[in-house]
């Protein structure tokens, strides 16, 4: 491939990548949460741990009160129901507020019968979501906190504590349940907000990966025995959450289904808003809705948590999945008989679409619907904006009557809809049994205020369609049509108020459509504020709903695009488990949908769901890369300026069939079923591919993907430092003003400062790699400027051909551990004391063993091998490429010392061969 047509190439793909990460990092929703406001200032008061200081210096337990409260906060009078509030990676202690204020004005519209105490821990806003280290000190210390509060209450003990955690929070709150003598019966209730329960957002520590197995592997061994009395709430922030996405903050496989509720925050009945990471916390919508479960937990008599855990699913799953209106939910009886009053006047109506509006209901009166089973209808869709709760129920006239004295209620089947605040609600009816006196009966009560409703008979036949999605090569054909004119067409006539359209075959996150709802023919009409169109795509098996709401007669458009990949046993025939797209329209408008393929949204997905997979894939890129340097690195080989060039050599070297091929022959043998019990006696772990396919996200064309994109990205990432790199080499003329007495100790002053970074790194492995990473830098300006200066050799080259591969991965290596350097030079502020070592340091055999080998290249002038050598390192870094893609692409915690491994691979021959030279020379001068 010419190098200006595949410079053309690499640019295109390259500004695809960007598009996606433009789409992920912006395509997204306003925030539609509303703020919560603190009426009082609020306060933050110290409990005191004292016998704890000495083990957490840096961590701190408070208590959250306002106004008068404070006070008795202050004397620990307390009487309420405690709830510890647990912040993730760098939160605050303050982040309790919006709960914790929300909770007191609650409280005091109940006349305090009803009240929480909350209580924050303080972990110094510790990066635990980047390092992992700190992770089972934090759970140690919120056990004590757990005891510590228990003891404050006097005069009402409660049997237990509520915990509410925030990101990294959520993952400590089911982790003290991993914990030596940890008492179970301390905690039944968890509520956690945008928590990455599945793994990781990035695996790029050895600790947190291992903690996050430890505390999985312990609730999916514990679910249905010792943690059957815990329940769990899951809520993620949905697209706007662009740092935790909603599949990681599922409980699926984790926790017992019976006892978790995951969901997405735009789901949540009456928020319908998506979260960022850190408005989760204080969206007033999910506030509000949190509170009102909490407080419906409680047990009225005991002023207690309710101890049946089924009944605290009931809560959590009415407000958090289906909420109906119903304030006995916890109470009310199946199929409940409601008595009606014979004095209400009853109306029949018999039209197949009608509404009803009135600014307020003077008398009551029951619109009766005849819903029998020989009409060409089988369903009613009724909505309306009625504010009694049982507004809704169906009877059967008895012969010789002209009315029902009694009716069975269907007002459990009532769903919210947009906008908030609207009290639209909706209920479809289609499976009741039926005769041919069977009426569905609406309880219009005197007293309501702006009434509207509207009801529709249709035929399920017309109304709910199966629309089978194109697939990837379906879109690739008809492209660029599918995303101009559309990949489907359907119009709808006037009279329709519902339509259901069935989306088979929707799998992956990568099949991405965006729906165009266009109003036309609409009548004249004078529109009410929340009269319009109602967009609902429904994702059964990850209750990751998405609304949007259009005005009456305006244009409505919705993202069609998955959060989670759809499960492996998902049986995709079945229409009522497929996604599907639920359209809420106005019958005075005909409308015209259209469905188009959303190209950048597609790209978006792919950032969203695989970005964090290109680390690996981009160091098997710079594997290959070096490897090619040390093969003409062989004794006999030539080596020019171009080829030293690394952009060239990416190009040349690094070519997706030279390894894409062999790592999924290897990863398809790996998981044959004889090979794989082998692999598993040997405690080898499966490859990082199993992970994928657990979330349902994994394709077979993906690898190629990943590859072909790291390696586009490295080769612009290469070209450019190259050349910003030639660029600074020209300083390099200020050695000629540099008296010689110095230039003659630059070597000396390399070897020092690279015995330094190496000291440095058994305090702090990351802060040695930077140093380190410094020198490789400066010794390739240098190299650059001997041969801008016309005095290179081919020596020269072949430093420059080593090192610069060398360079980047060494860069990557002291990325990856950025985390555990913060929290390094925290430590070092807090303690005022520089040789404080980290404990753990992820990366500090790493780290030093990448020091020891990369001070030993800067200081060999020759890096000549022989064939043999040359063969070895060869091989050795094509194998570590090849793990690289199998094993670090989701575990990026291994790729330290993947790197650290290429580095001693590179270095070793030459180590090797300096001994040897050194020990022919002793030899000869003894003889």
């Known amino acids: 491939m010419a190098a200006p047509i595949a410079l053309t190439l690499f640019v295109g793909i390259f500004s695809i990548i960007c598009l996606g990460f433009y789409d992920y990092l912006t395509n997204f929703e306003n925030n539609g949460c509303e703020m919560t406001y603190m009426y009082e200032y609020p306060e933050y008061i110290e409990i005191e741990l004292q016998e704890e200081k000495n083990k957490f210096p840096d961590y701190r337990l408070h208590a959250y009160s306002e106004g008068q409260y404070t006070q008795q906060i202050r004397k620990l009078q307390l009487k309420g129901i405690p709830v510890l509030f647990i912040p993730g990676n760098a939160g605050s202690y303050k982040q309790v507020r919006s709960l914790g204020s929300v909770a007191l004005r609650m409280s005091e519209r109940l006349n305090d019968r009803i009240h929480f105490n909350y209580f924050v821990a303080d972990f110094n806003e510790e990066l635990s979501g980047l390092y992992g280290g700190v992770l089972l000190k934090q759970t140690e210390f919120v056990n004590i906190c757990l005891k510590k509060i228990l003891s404050l209450y006097k005069s009402t003990q409660p049997t237990s504590v509520i915990l509410v955690g925030h990101s990294m929070g959520g993952l400590i709150a089911r982790a003290l349940f991993t914990l030596p003598g940890f008492d179970h019966s301390l905690v039944n209730t968890i509520i956690t907000q945008a928590t990455p329960h599945q793994r990781p957002v990035a695996a790029i520590d050895a600790d947190l990966h291992h903690f996050y197995k430890t505390v999985n592997t312990y609730w999916q061994d514990h679910a249905a025995t010792s943690l059957r009395h815990v329940t769990v709430v899951s809520t993620g922030g949905a697209y706007r959450d662009i740092q935790v996405r909603y599949g990681l903050t599922v409980l699926d496989g984790i926790v017992a289904p019976d006892r978790a509720v995951s969901v997405s925050t735009s789901a949540v009945p009456k928020a319908w808003v998506s979260t960022d990471h850190l408005c989760s916390v204080w969206c007033r919508q999910m506030v509000l809705l949190t509170k009102r479960a909490m407080f419906d937990i409680i047990d009225g008599k005991k002023l207690q948590v309710l101890t049946d855990p089924e009944s605290r699913m009931k809560v959590f799953r009415h407000h958090f999945v289906s909420n109906n209106g119903l304030g006995d939910y916890l109470t009310r009886e199946p199929n409940r008989t409601i008595v009606l009053d014979k004095k209400v006047k009853w109306e029949v109506k018999v039209d197949k679409l009608w509404k009803y509006s009135s600014l307020k209901v003077a008398s009551s009166v029951y619109f009766a619907v005849p819903f029998s089973p020989g009409e060409d209808v089988d369903s009613v869709f009724i909505r309306s904006n009625l504010t009694n709760s049982d507004w809704l ?100 006539a006037n009279a329709s108020s519902f339509y259901s359209l069935h989306l088979a075959g929707l799998a992956l996150p990568t099949n991405t459509f965006t729906v165009i709802v266009e109003p036309f023919k609409c009548r004249r009409h004078s529109a009410e504020f929340n009269e319009g169109s109602i967009l609902r795509l429904n994702v059964p098996w990850g209750h990751e709903d998405v609304f949007t ?100 050599a990416i190009l040349d070297s690094a070519k997706p069939y030279y390894i894409v091929p062999v790592a999924l022959l290897l990863r398809y043998l790996c998981s044959l079923g004889s090979v794989s019990k082998m692999l598993k006696g040997l405690h080898i772990p499966a490859d990082d591919t199993v992970v994928l396919k657990e979330e349902n996200i994994y394709f077979s064309l993906l690898p190629l993907i990943l590859y072909i994109s790291s390696w586009v990205l490295t080769y612009l990432h290469a070209t450019f430092a190259y050349h910003l790199m030639k660029v600074l080499s020209y300083l390099g003329f200020i050695s000629y003003v540099l008296p010689k007495a110095i230039k003659d100790r630059c070597g000396l002053l390399q070897f020092v400062i690279g015995s330094i970074a190496l000291s440095l790194s058994l305090f702090c ?100 091998l022989s064939k043999f050598q040359g063969l070895i390192v060869f091989w050795s870094l094509y194998c570590l490429a090849v793990m690289s893609i199998l094993y670090a692409s989701v575990s990026m915690y291994r790729l330290p010392i993947l790197i650290a491994g290429a580095v001693l691979a590179v270095t070793l021959p030459h180590v090797t061969g300096l001994l040897s030279r050194w020990t022919k020379e002793r030899t000869k001068k003894g003889e």
């Open 765 to 864: 492995g990351t802060l040695g790699l930077l140093i380190i990473s410094a020198l490789l830098i400066l010794k390739l300006l240098s190299l650059l400027y001997s041969v801008s200066a016309k005095e290179d050799t081919q020596a020269t080259h072949l430093q420059i051909a080593i090192l610069f591969p060398v360079t980047l991965l060494v860069n990557i290596q002291t990325l990856l551990g950025l985390g555990s350097l913060v929290v390094w030079m925290k430590l070092i502020v807090l303690n005022g004391f520089l040789f404080q070592p980290l404990r753990p340091d992820p990366s500090q055999m790493s780290a030093v063993i990448t020091c020891i080998c990369v001070l030993m290249l800067l200081n060999m002038s020759n890096l000549n």
């Open 393 to 492: 129920c169906y009877c059967d006239v008895p012969d010789g009557q002209d009315r029902c004295s009694s009716c069975t209620s269907l007002s459990s089947l009532t769903r919210f809809l947009p906008p908030l605040y609207s009290n639209t609600k909706y209920v479809r009816v289609s499976d009741i049994e039926r005769t041919n006196r069977t009426y569905i009966i609406i309880l219009v009560m005197a007293g309501e205020k702006k009434v509207d409703l509207l009801v529709d008979h249709y035929d399920s036949n017309v109304r709910h369609l199966v629309y089978q999605m194109p697939n990837v090569y379906d879109t690739i054909i008809s492209y660029p049509i599918s995303a101009t004119d559309g990949a489907a067409l359907l119009k709808i």
């Open 549 to 648: 709401f259009a005005s009456y007669g305006k244009e409505i458009s919705l993202a069609v695009k998955l959060q989670t990949g759809r499960p492996m046993d998902h049986d995709w025939r079945q229409d009522a488990s497929e996604p599907h797209l639920e359209m809420f329209l106005h019958p005075y408008c005909h409308y015209r949908l259209k469905l188009v393929v959303a190209t950048q949204d597609a790209i978006g997905q792919g950032v969203r769901f695989y970005g964090l997979l290109l680390p690996g894939f981009v160091v098997a890129v710079l594997f290959m890369t070096l490897r090619a340097a040390t093969l003409t690195a062989c004794k006999g080989s030539v080596i020019n300026e171009k080829l030293a060039k690394p952009y060239n």
